[in-house]
Nanobody
């Protein structure tokens, strides 16, 4: 059984930083972990993804500001967020699936965390 749990969200001012963590327990070895953002009234958006072999992908809106990395020994995946903007605000979820296919295929993710809220104010 796969279990994910996010932490590290909070309220920051524009330009600030946050480090989100996602504990991923029980997933397949060859997997991808994705970070997604949800804002009321909008579709859930992909933010970043990291494959089991450390291949990483980012949405264009966060490239150069966010970094995704993993510590397999600790079952943790991190999302380092820098240079935060108000449009980065939302509920952030991590999710995992097998490594086949694109990290963008949200419908293929069956295991999700409960989310952590990020609020960026100007």
């Amino acid at each position: 059984q796969v279990h994910l749990a996010e932490s590290g969200g909070g309220a920051v001012q524009v330009g600030g930083s946050l480090l989100l963590s996602c504990v991923v327990v029980g997933s397949k070895y060859q997997r991808v972990v994705g970070w997604f953002r949800e804002v009321p009234g909008r579709e859930r958006e992909p933010v970043a993804g990291i494959y089991w072999n450390d291949q990483r992908f980012y949405d264009d809106s966060v490239k150069g500001r966010f970094t995704v990395r993993q510590d397999k020994a600790k079952d943790l995946v991190y999302l380092q967020m820098r240079g935060l903007k108000p449009e980065d605000s939302g509920m952030y979820y991590c999710a995992t699936k097998g490594a086949s296919g694109s990290w963008l295929d949200q419908e293929d993710y069956r295991d999700w965390g409960q989310g952590t809220q990020v609020t960026v104010s100007s």
